[in-house]
């Protein structure tokens, strides 16, 4: 299994600018999630999803979107691009119930916006 | 030691000797925690969780222990070696917050050959 993973690497946009963040695992995990990471600062959770067709909203939502029309991915949407978002992103899957289950990362990808 | 939201702390050990890395959490409410481990340039990694109905639990090398009076939680690692220097962060799951997560800033521990 390549377990959970994340493209681009690295990337870098000028403010309002789009992209979409690539997350894909081959785990068949029900839950997946996007968190940031800036310096100094917890992993703060974006958007989650609990299964196929349904995300909902975490504690930093507001400038991304998300969907998942497949178990397998589920990108994440920056519609406009500012330089508050420059962070780095991470995408997680587990099974359905976080309490019992691991929580897998995929490697990141840093995001620079100018 | 970590607070959620303080900063990144360091702890620095020889090789071969104990660490403890230390996380206060807030809210006494929070039922469930985990802590992982994130190496330089790549994500976390789940060492070791801990219920509320627990105060302590053992891995491989590795210890948590909960103190729920005063919202503490502590990584024990033992005979550490270099492939354990990273920064360590613990996370907090509250009831009925589903499948949510806050997590601690982390200390950066490096170990000394």
């Known amino acids: 299994n390549a377990g959970v993973t994340q493209t681009p690497k690295f990337q870098v946009l000028k403010t309002g600018q789009s992209m979409t963040l690539q997350c894909a695992q081959d785990m068949n995990h029900e839950y997946m999630s996007w968190y940031r990471q800036d310096p100094g600062m917890g992993l703060r959770l974006i958007h989650y999803?609990?299964?196929?067709?349904?995300?909902d909203q975490g504690e930093v939502p507001n400038g991304y979107n998300v969907s998942r029309s497949t178990t397998e991915d589920f990108p994440l949407r920056l519609l406009s691009a500012a330089p508050s978002q420059t962070s780095v992103y991470f995408c997680?899957?587990?099974?359905?119930?976080?309490?019992?289950?691991?929580?897998?990362f995929g490697p990141g990808t840093r995001l620079t916006v100018l | 030691g970590e607070s959620v939201g303080l900063h990144l702390p360091t702890l620095s050990v020889q090789e071969g000797d104990n660490s403890i890395i230390n996380c206060a959490y807030s809210?006494?409410?929070?039922?469930?925690f985990i802590w992982y481990k994130q190496e330089s340039g790549k994500g976390p990694q789940f060492i070791i969780d801990?219920?509320?109905?627990?105060d302590k639990r053992q891995g491989q090398r590795v210890t948590v222990l909960l103190n729920k009076t005063v919202k503490h939680l502590s990584l024990q690692i033992a005979a550490t070696q270099p492939g354990d220097s990273a920064v360590y962060f613990c996370a907090e799951n509250l009831p009925n917050t589903g499948n949510q997560f806050y997590f601690g800033t982390g200390t950066s521990l490096t170990v000394i050959p």
């Open positions: 997680a899957s587990s099974l359905a119930d976080l309490s019992y289950n691991e929580q897998f």
């Open positions: 999803s609990v299964g196929a067709g349904i995300t």
């Open positions: 801990i219920r509320s109905n627990m």
């Open positions: 809210n006494s409410a929070s039922d469930y």
